[in-house]
Structures are given as structure tokens and as C-alpha cells.
């Protein structure tokens, strides 16, 4: 399984970007897609997931900024990000939690896109 993300980039603060992460490979099903970030020097944090059935779930700090969503048919998860702070400058990661054939259940992570927030 490989998780191709996009749409990163500099932006001004107050402005928008979307981020976009498709998923290929042999596999029974995706069960949450997501985002996390990852800011210089400090830990990577969940930004937002989504289930299958369409169950979101958001950090705090991007609650009413950002939104998630998925088009289950192309395997891909977007994360529209809008009011952009200079507090969200930091590389994103897509994740899935992904079945595979045999009924097994496994993590996958994206190979991170930059977003620079200038102030």
C-alpha cells in the first residue's frame, strides 16, 4: 500500500490550501484515513481523522479551520485548511489504517508534505 500526498506549499497567514493523499495497492478496505503534522522540534500530532462511515475527528487547535473529508471511491482523503496560522507551518502526514486480503489491519503513512505559513 502506498499513500501518495499533495498540496503543500507557502502560504500567507489567513489563506487556504488543500492537501490531498490517495492510496494504492492490493487491499480489502481502508478503515480511517487522516492527517498529522509534525512542526520543528516537537512531536507529530494528529490533525484530523475520518472513518469509513464518515466520522471526523479534529485536533482542537484547527477545529473550525479545518475540514476532512474522503471520496471512498478514489481511496483519497482531503484536508481543506483555511485561516491558515503561522502555528500551523509543519510537515503533514497522510495516514490510513488499512485491511489487507487476509483480514489483517495495518498502518500506513504518506511521505509528508511541507506547509509554511508565513506571517
Known amino acids: 500500500v502506498q499513500l501518495q500526498a499533495s498540496g503543500g506549499g507557502l502560504v500567507q497567514a489567513g489563506g487556504s490550501l488543500r492537501l490531498s493523499c490517495a492510496a494504492s495497492?492490493?487491499?480489502?478496505?481502508?478503515?480511517?484515513m487522516g492527517w498529522y503534522r509534525q512542526a520543528p522540534g516537537k512531536q507529530r500530532e494528529l490533525v484530523a481523522t475520518e472513518t469509513s462511515g464518515g466520522s471526523a475527528n479534529y485536533a482542537d487547535s484547527v477545529k473550525g479551520r479545518f475540514t476532512i473529508s474522503r471520496d471512498n471511491a478514489k481511496k483519497t482523503v482531503y484536508l481543506q485548511m483555511n485561516s491558515l496560522k503561522p502555528e500551523d507551518t509543519a510537515i503533514y502526514y497522510c495516514?490510513?489504517?488499512?485491511?489487507?486480503?487476509?483480514?489483517?489491519?495495518?498502518?500506513?503513512w504518506g511521505q509528508g508534505t511541507e506547509v509554511t505559513v508565513s506571517s
Open positions: 495497492g492490493r487491499f480489502f478496505s481502508i478503515n480511517v
Open positions: 495516514h490510513a489504517n488499512v485491511r489487507g486480503l487476509l483480514g489483517r489491519a495495518y498502518d500506513y
